[in-house]
């Protein structure tokens, strides 16, 4: 924990309060400007922080709402002089939250232990098996290739939480409040879970991943598949801040992987390529499995050019998260017209979707407001590539899976 403090003084200590990421960071107007939920406010509380909690204090304040709320879309790091991220200080803060060294709302501690101890009893934060594996129905794969085609479930589980997140909107706290107390009291009602997915919706998601498994499959890829048995990355447990949960639940992701003889994971969105390439390194010492995105196995010949214009609406993740990867936005500008939005490349605006669960109003304002961005260029089509993105704009402005346009380019 110390190293913790160590580095969240480090950080907040360079802030010169000049506000320039205030300027950008999502969640701030959504949160009626209450600089708190800025970028510089977390980093001014942060500062604080790391001073009483360097000296032994325990925070009675609940400032966890400002830490929880923040996207971690590193907006504010493009605009920083001081070359700082609030949204690193988010992450540390979290962890601290979680070590108890400051008060937080005992409801989100509900939904987060809710999340956490579903997600290592049932290798899944809804409990879900079999519906992850539907998609998969009928397709070949190659039971002993090294080659493993990892969807983490991250699309399947789309439908489920956007549903939990409309619940949220119209019941308010009450709602999360109940199912957290109902879960975590009886584990296995998580199982209800199941009945939340709207089936237009399942079958949107499901189809995605065939598209992805058929652009691999026309490039050649000889893949393997883990149904039932595919574990979810782990994602939430690492960004609600439960540190040792994410390391031990990571070492037996690492472990299932190995024991089936998989040496390369090609993943299909970037939150798992994120989480899997740069976070599992750090915890789990042995791991040297090759982590790819699925588009770097693309073979680029199957594709042709298809007429109309598209805007793209890149993650953050992408832009800001994976350095320097391009490929997306090189691969959709071979086979169409590409017309990007005013906030574009390092500078393209977050969905809201990370704030989904917790914080359906700031999400849906955010959502909302990149929805109008995108309608405005008047192109044809939107494409984008990350089951969170898809789902959140998806509520606001009609958005397809580069996979999927992708697939409607090769048949042309
Ligand atoms: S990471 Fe994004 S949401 Fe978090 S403080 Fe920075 S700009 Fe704001
Ligand atoms: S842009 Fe950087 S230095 Fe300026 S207030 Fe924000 S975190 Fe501090």
Redesign the pocket.
Known sequence: MMEEIKRLTEVADKCINCGF?ES?????APAEFISSF??RG??LIGKELSKEIAVGKRISKDVSDYYY?????????QVCPAKI???E??DLVRKLVVEGKTSESKQRKMIAEMIVHTTMKYNNPLGLKKELALWARGLSFFDDSPILFYTGGMYQMMPYSQTLSDLQIRFGSFFSSAMARLFNRFLFAIKVSKLLGKKSEVDKYNSTLKDIYTLLSNSGVKLSYLWEDEPYPGTFINDLGYTQEFKSYASRVTELFKSKGIREIVVVDPHTYQLMKYEYPKVVPEFDLKVTYYLDKLDRGILKRRAGSVTYHEP?LIARGIENYEIPFEILNSVAKVKLPRRNGKNTS?CGGPDGLLFPSIAKKISEERSRELKREKSDRIVSLCPICISHLGVNVEITDLSTFLIEATNH
């Open positions: 990421c950008v960071c999502p969640t701030y800025s970028a977390r980093m709320s923040c996207l971690g879309c590193n907006a504010c790091l991220n609030a949204g200080v988010s953050c977050c």
